[in-house]
C-alpha cells in the first residue's frame, strides 16, 4: 500500500516493533486430570508465565489482577481457577462480568471449548437472554457470564431468586478491567461493592479475578472496583509478531484545512484491502463508522479489484444476530475490510488480521494499544495506522509520536465515592437490603454523609437503627451506570420513544436544531421541554452535524492542596461551576468547516466539582496587554489539549475556564475541571503531575511551526469565541516560565 504516493507521501512517522517469544511456566497447585487432558487435546499443555503464576496465586486463595498485554491468553487466567474449582466442589458457582454483552457471547464461546465434559454448565444471562431460559440458567448454571448493567437491574434486585447461586459464589471474574473508568467506573465500583455485601449477606466470600490491558495503576483501580488488595500479575509471557506503527497525516488542502480524516481513513481501508490485507478501521463516532464504509465501497467499486460486498461495518445499534453474522463473515475469511466503532475493541476473536486502521486518537492510550493489538494477533505481523484528525492534540501525536508509542503506562481514574453517583447506589443497596450505619464503611468515608443527607430528604427512611427504602419499586432501574445519574430526559418522534438521556446531556445534546444519531438513523430535535423531561425529534437527513458552544462561570470552594510553580501557583480545589449554553455550530460531516452559528437561550446548569486551579502573575503594564491575554487564552487551550494524556480520559470529560483578573485575587487564571458532578479523579490526577502538564502543553507548541497558532497546536474546535485573541508567543513564553 505504501507504493501509492498519496499514502505514502503522508507518513509521518513509522517503527516496528521486534518480535518476542513466549516464556512459558510451570504450575505448582494441583490441576484436575480432566482440565490437564483437555488441555493436551487441544494443544495448550504449557502455559504462557503469567497463565502460571495466576493459576497459582487463585489457588492459594488470593485476589488477582492480570496486566498483560492484546491476546496475551488472559482467558486462560480465570478459565482454569473456575474449572478447577468447579470440579472440586460441584456445588461451587462463579460469575463472570464483561463490559460488553458481545464480549460474554464471545467468551462463552471459548470457555465451552475448554470445558472437560458434562459436569460444569455454563450459560449467558444478559439481556438477549431469553426469558424461558433464565430461570434455569441462574438455578443450574456453575459459571454465569453477564455484565455490570445486568447485574445492577436484573440480578441484584431480586437477589432472593439468586440465593442459592449467592451462597455459593466462589469467584467473580471481572474482565477489561482498564474499561472501568471515569463515570462508568464509579459507577461499577457501587455496583461491585452492592455485590460483595449481598454475598457477605449469603455466607460467602468469593475471590476476585481481574483482567486488564496494560496501564499505569491497576492495584489502585483494583481496590477502587473492588475495596480490596490484590496480588499483581504483570510479566507477560505470551509471543509477539512484529508491529509496525504508521502514523499518517492527511494532506493540506489549503487555508488552514486537512483532509477529512473519513475520507483519509477510507482511502487507507481500500488500499490495504486491494492489497490483500484483511483490515480493520476503527472510529470513534458511529456516523464515521458508517462514513467510512460509504467512502471505501465506492473506492473499491471504481477500482474493480476487490469486491464492495466484502466490506461491512459494525458498531453499537445492530441486532445481536446481525453482529453476530458479521464476526463469522470476518472469522472466516469472507470480508476483507470492516469498518467499526470501538465496539470491536475489546477481545472479541475476530481471527486473523492483518492491518488496523484507527480514525483518530480511540480517546485513551490503553484503547490505542488493544485497538493496535486487533492486528496480527499471536505471533503473526501486524499493521497499525494511525490516522490524526485536525486539532491541537492529534497533531501533537503526529509530531511526537512516542508521547502515544511510550504510554503503555497510562493511569486509569474512578471516583466510587463521588457523592452523586454514590447517592443512587446507596438507594440501590437499601432496596436490596435494609442498611446498618456500619455496613456504609465499605462504600467509602463519606457514605454515612451521604445517607445521612437521603434520610433527611425522604428518599431513605432511618428507623430501628437502620437504612431503608420506602418503596417496593426497585431503584435501580432509573439509575443508568454508564452515566452520572440525575432526570432523565426522554426523546420522543412519532409519539413513540426513541431513547433517554440524562438532562445535562439533553442540553448540549438535543436542544432545538441538534442533530442526534440513532441506530445510524438521523433525526433533527424540534423542541425541547425540559419542565416536562421530554424532546421532539423527527427524521432527517443531515449533511452536518451539531456542536454546543458552552460558557463556563466559576466560584472556587474550598482548597484541599497546593503546589509552588515557577512563577504561579498550582491547587486542587473544589469549585461550582456554572455552565449556559449560548449557541451551537453547525460542521461539515466530511471535515470541520463551521457551516453556522446559532444562538440559543437555555437554563444554567450549576453543580460542584473538582478543578486545578493556575494563579498567574499580574499582568505587566509595561507589556503589549493584547500578547498577554492572548498568551492566557491560549494556556488554556494548550492544558486543555494534552490533558487527557496525562488523565486518561476523553477529551469531552473536561472543560475549562481562563480569567484575566480573577475576583478573588485580582491575577489571571486558568481553570481546568472535571465535568461530571463530584468529579472522577482526573484532576486529582492531573494536579499530581502537573509539571509534566504544563511541559506536554509547551511542548505542543513549541513542535508546531506556525507562528501565530493553528488548528494543529492551538486552535480549539470548542472555543466559545471561535479562536479570537490567541497569541502562541504570549502562550509559549508563559508556559516557558511555569515549565522550568
Not at 24 to 48: N, T, V
Not at 206 to 219: D, F, K, L, M, V
Not at 503 to 519: D, F, K, P, Q
Not at 609 to 637: A, F, K, W
Amino acid at each position: 500500500m505504501f507504493g501509492d504516493p498519496r499514502i505514502s507521501a503522508q507518513i509521518a512517522h513509522m517503527e516496528e516493533h521486534a518480535p518476542r517469544s513466549a516464556v512459558y511456566g510451570e504450575i505448582r497447585r494441583a490441576m484436575h486430570p480432566l482440565i490437564q487432558d483437555k488441555l493436551k487435546e487441544l494443544e495448550l499443555s504449557r502455559l504462557f508465565s503469567h497463565q502460571a503464576k495466576a493459576y497459582d496465586a487463585a489457588m492459594e486463595g488470593r485476589d488477582v489482577v492480570v496486566v498483560t498485554g492484546t491476546n496475551s491468553g488472559k482467558t486462560m487466567c480465570y478459565n482454569l481457577p473456575a474449572l478447577q474449582m468447579c470440579l472440586s466442589e460441584p456445588a461451587v458457582r462463579c460469575l463472570y462480568l464483561f463490559p460488553t454483552k458481545a464480549l460474554a457471547q464471545d467468551q462463552l464461546g471459548k470457555l465451552e471449548a475448554l470445558i472437560p465434559g458434562p459436569q460444569v454448565r455454563v450459560g449467558t444471562y444478559d439481556g438477549d437472554t431469553p426469558q424461558n431460559q433464565r430461570s434455569s440458567i441462574r438455578k443450574l448454571s456453575h459459571i454465569v457470564l453477564t455484565n455490570p448493567d445486568m447485574l445492577h437491574v436484573g440480578i441484584m434486585p431480586g437477589h432472593d431468586y439468586w440465593a442459592k447461586f449467592f451462597k455459593s459464589l466462589r469467584l467473580i471474574v471481572l474482565d477489561e478491567m482498564h474499561v472501568y473508568r471515569g463515570v462508568f467506573g464509579s459507577n461499577v465500583g457501587n455496583v461491585l461493592r452492592r455485590l460483595l455485601r449481598l454475598c457477605e449477606w449469603h455466607k460467602s466470600r468469593p475471590q476476585i479475578i481481574a483482567c486488564s490491558a496494560t496501564i499505569g495503576n491497576p492495584t489502585d483501580l483494583f481496590d477502587k472496583l473492588t475495596g480490596r488488595k490484590a496480588t499483581l500479575i504483570d510479566e507477560d509471557g505470551s509471543p509477539s509478531g512484529k508491529r509496525t506503527f504508521v502514523f499518517w497525516n492527511p494532506p493540506e488542502l489549503g487555508e488552514g484545512r486537512r483532509l477529512s480524516a473519513n475520507v483519509a481513513t477510507s482511502e487507507i481501508l481500500a488500499s490495504l484491502t486491494e492489497n490483500g490485507l484483511r483490515t480493520l478501521a476503527f472510529s470513534r463516532a458511529r456516523v464515521s463508522a458508517e462514513l467510512v464504509l460509504r467512502y471505501t465501497r465506492k473506492r473499491v467499486q471504481e477500482g474493480g479489484h476487490v469486491a464492495p460486498g466484502s466490506i461491512e461495518s459494525y458498531r453499537a445499534g445492530y441486532t445481536a444476530k446481525e453482529r453476530r453474522q458479521i464476526e463469522q463473515s470476518l472469522f472466516r475469511g469472507d470480508l476483507l475490510g470492516l469498518s467499526a466503532t470501538n465496539a470491536m475493541e475489546l477481545g472479541v476473536d475476530v481471527g486473523g488480521l492483518d492491518a488496523v486502521v484507527m480514525n483518530g486518537y480511540p480517546g485513551t492510550a490503553s484503547s490505542f494499544w488493544q485497538q493496535a493489538g486487533r492486528a496480527g494477533r499471536g505471533a503473526r505481523d501486524g499493521l497499525a495506522v494511525f490516522v490524526a484528525h485536525d486539532d491541537p492534540l492529534e497533531q501533537f501525536l503526529v509530531r511526537e509520536p512516542q508521547t502515544l508509542l511510550g504510554a503503555r503506562n497510562e493511569s486509569v481514574g474512578a471516583n466510587p465515592g463521588n457523592p452523586q453517583i454514590l447517592s443512587q447506589h446507596l438507594l440501590c443497596a437499601a432496596h436490596e437490603r435494609p442498611i446498618a450505619p456500619s455496613e456504609l464503611t465499605r462504600f467509602g468515608t463519606e457514605a454515612l454523609n451521604v445517607a445521612e443527607g437521603l434520610d433527611r430528604s425522604g428518599e431513605l427512611e432511618f428507623r430501628a437503627g437502620l437504612f431503608f427504602y420506602p418503596s417496593f419499586e426497585p431503584p435501580a432501574l432509573r439509575v443508568n451506570i454508564r452515566g452520572a445519574g440525575g432526570e432523565q430526559v426522554r426523546l420522543i418522534v412519532d409519539g413513540q420513544e426513541l431513547g433517554t438521556m440524562e438532562r445535562s446531556r439533553a442540553m448540549t445534546s438535543a436542544h432545538e436544531g441538534a442533530i442526534y444519531m440513532h441506530r445510524g438513523a438521523t433525526f433533527l430535535v424540534t423542541s425541547l421541554d425540559l419542565e416536562n423531561e421530554r424532546a421532539e425529534v423527527v427524521p432527517f437527513e443531515a449533511d452536518y452535524y451539531t456542536q454546543t458552544i458552552v460558557q463556563s462561570v466559576l466560584d472556587p470552594r474550598v482548597e484541599v492542596r497546593s503546589a509552588q510553580l515557577p512563577h504561579a501557583n498550582a491547587s486542587l480545589a473544589g469549585v461550582t461551576v456554572t455552565d449556559m449554553v449560548v449557541g451551537f455550530r453547525k460542521k461539515s460531516l466530511d471535515g470541520d468547516t463551521v457551516l453556522g452559528v446559532e444562538a440559543l437561550d437555555l437554563p444554567p446548569m450549576t453543580y460542584d466539582t473538582v478543578c486545578v486551579r493556575i494563579d498567574l502573575p499580574p499582568l505587566d503594564e509595561n507589556l503589549d496587554m493584547s500578547e498577554q491575554l492572548g498568551g492566557i487564552h491560549g494556556l488554556e487551550h494548550a492544558l486543555m489539549a494534552v490533558a487527557p494524556l496525562l488523565a486518561g480520559c476523553d477529551r469531552g470529560d473536561l472543560g475549562s475556564a481562563w480569567y484575566s483578573m480573577f475576583p478573588d485575587t485580582m491575577r489571571p487564571a486558568v481553570f481546568v475541571f472535571d465535568k461530571t458532578p463530584g468529579g472522577v479523579g482526573l484532576c486529582e490526577r492531573l494536579f499530581e503531575s502537573v509539571t509534566a502538564w504544563l511541559r506536554a502543553a509547551h511542548q505542543l507548541l513549541a513542535s508546531c511551526k506556525c507562528d501565530a497558532g493553528c488548528p494543529g497546536c492551538l486552535y480549539s474546535p470548542r472555543c466559545e469565541v471561535s479562536n479570537e485573541a490567541l497569541s502562541k508567543p504570549g502562550s509559549l513564553a508563559l508556559l516557558g516560565k511555569l515549565s522550568q
